[in-house]
């Protein structure tokens, strides 16, 4: 969980907390979208190995409420 938060933190330029100022919400967003979608590639390629990691896991894992 906190690689994730660390991978998305990182990915996103957003503080701790997930903030990001307002002029680059939109920016933010269409990569927040991005990171959702390679993040649930990740799940579904671990779940397909027979991997820990599924793809209702995963949902459950991500930080944000948008998806």
């Keep these: ?3 994730l ?3 998305l933190k990182q ?3 957003t503080n701790s907390d997930g ?3 307002n002029e680059v919400w939109d ?3 269409d990569a927040h979208k991005a990171a959702y979608e390679e993040w649930i590639q ?3 390629a671990s779940e397909a190995r027979g991997d ?3 793809i209702v896991k995963a949902d ?3 930080s944000f409420d948008l998806r």
């Design 1 to 3: 969980m906190q690689k």
């Design 60 to 62: 459950k894992l991500w």
């Design 42 to 44: 990740t799940a579904r």
């Design 27 to 29: 920016a933010a967003k």
């Design 19 to 21: 903030w990001v100022p």
């Design 5 to 7: 938060k660390m991978w």
């Design 52 to 54: 820990d990691l599924t």
């Design 11 to 13: 990915s996103l330029n």
